[in-house]
């Protein structure tokens, strides 16, 4: 089974701190990782991919992968009410790297 | 700007009324998908085209159909539509490559509502 894990939250920061989003999943054959930002009635938009063991930066996000734990995480940085949103992780397979495998997402509330 | 458009954005239609969805992508990905997700859900895969071998999960009700007629193009048929389909229909796209690394993209979706 392919399981893909979230907190569901709502996770609340204060605007201008760091929001740190995790995900864990099952199959050690999972081999790419994303990141989706979705607003509320709005489609997923993809903000991170990662495909290496380690930390990797785009702006305000660093997305961490750690394959030996099989997490992944999200850090935003100098968080902003806009950041505010549901955050789903997906995974896609070393096997079967036509199919991603989403969690059902964590909800970020920025606190101005 | 190359995307991934869906139509309608918005569809009502009545209990056992069937009703196509659309979706077009300029970005010459080789896989469609097609995801339904409701409130508070992670996206749950219905079925997806790599190139024009179709794939429809297990899971997926023989309610739901697809046809990608060329590559641009994706349609999902839902022959009679449920109450319980009310939903968000999401196309994405991916072009998968033999390095097996690639990104997937969504269209902004299309709300269903059965009336």
């Known amino acids: 089974q392919k399981e893909v894990e979230q907190n569901s939250g709502p996770l609340s920061v204060p605007e201008g701190a760091i929001a740190s989003l995790n995900c864990t999943y099952s199959?050690?054959?999972?081999?790419?990782f994303f990141w989706y930002r979705q607003y509320s009635g709005k489609s997923p938009e993809l903000i991170m991919f990662?495909?290496?063991?380690g930390d990797k930066e785009d702006g305000r996000f660093t997305a961490q992968l750690n394959k030996a734990s099989q997490y992944v995480s999200l850090l935003i940085r100098d968080s902003q009410p806009s950041d505010s949103a549901t955050y789903l992780c997906a995974v896609s397979l070393s096997y079967n790297f036509n199919k991603f495998y989403f969690g059902s997402g964590t909800k970020l509330n920025v606190k101005p | 700007d190359a995307m991934v458009i869906q139509n309608p954005r918005y569809q009502v239609t009545q209990f056992g009324k069937p009703v196509t969805l659309s979706c077009s992508q300029t970005?010459?990905?080789?896989?469609m998908y097609w995801y339904q997700q409701k409130s508070s859900q992670a996206p749950k895969l219905l079925f997806h085209?790599?190139?024009?071998?179709?794939?429809n999960e297990a899971d997926t009700p023989d309610n739901f159909q697809s046809r990608r007629p060329n590559t641009s193009f994706c349609f999902l048929d839902i022959r009679s539509p449920g109450l319980g389909d009310a939903a968000m229909y999401l196309c994405?796209?991916?072009?998968?490559?033999?390095?097996?690394?690639?990104?997937?993209?969504f269209g902004p979706g299309t709300r269903l509502t059965v009336t």
């Open positions: 085209y790599y190139d024009k071998d179709f794939n």
């Open positions: 199959d050690r054959g999972s081999q790419s």
């Open positions: 994405a796209t991916s072009r998968v490559e033999l390095a097996g690394r690639y990104e997937q993209y």
């Open positions: 970005l010459n990905h080789n896989v």
């Open positions: 990662i495909y290496s063991n």
